[in-house]
């Protein structure tokens, strides 16, 4: 491992280990992050978790869906087995979808604090009817930018 490799892992607990935890909390403590190596840059970084599954609350019966998210991050990026383990933590968790792509999205803007993201939770029909729940979050100083821009522009 090279130096530059060592410098961005500091930190991380859950790549390269075995880990155990509960399938029904999907808490925000499982995720991990790592220093942006191109904070200069606007680039998008791009998950698809197509095996998703969690209960719905009502029924206990199992709502199946891909989880897309989708970042341009600021000073820090998502460490990808950690979000596989929080992804895996909804299996037994009881939660409207609407509830955990929103939970999903505050959880990565908590941790992140990206310049823009984007969740998208798309389910599988059950009852004949498909849902897709779809997130956007602006960093706050990049929507004031926006406004300002288009303020100047009225």
Same mark, same amino acid.
């Given at each position: ?5 060592s /410098? /961005? /892992? ?16 999907? &808490?925000?403590?499982?995720?991990? %992050? ?11 970084i ?8 969690s ?8 709502? =199946?869906?891909?989880i ?21 933590? =909804?299996?037994?968790h009881?939660?409207?979808?609407e /509830?955990?792509? #929103?939970?999903?999205?505050? &959880? ?15 389910? #599988? %029909?059950?009852?004949g ?14 929507? %004031? ?5 288009l303020?100047k522009?009225?």
């Open positions: 491992m090279n130096a530059e490799n /410098n /961005n /892992n500091s930190g991380l607990t859950k790549l390269g280990r075995p880990s155990s935890f509960r399938y029904d909390n999907p &808490d925000v403590s499982i995720l991990e %992050a790592f220093a942006n190596a191109h904070p200069e840059r606007d680039y998008r791009t998950f698809e978790h197509p095996e998703f599954t209960l719905c609350p009502m029924t206990g019966q199992p709502d =199946f869906g891909t897309r998210l989708s970042y341009v991050p600021d000073a820090l990026c998502v460490e990808s087995k950690s979000f596989k383990l929080y992804m895996g933590a =909804f299996r037994s009881g939660s409207f979808m /509830n955990l792509t #929103n939970k999903i999205a505050d &959880d990565l803007v908590s941790l992140l604090r990206p310049r823009r993201l984007r969740v998208e939770g798309i389910f #599988n %029909a059950r009852g009817t498909s849902i897709t729940v779809r997130v956007d979050y602006t960093a706050p100083e990049l929507a %004031a930018e926006r406004l300002s821009a303020d522009l009225l």
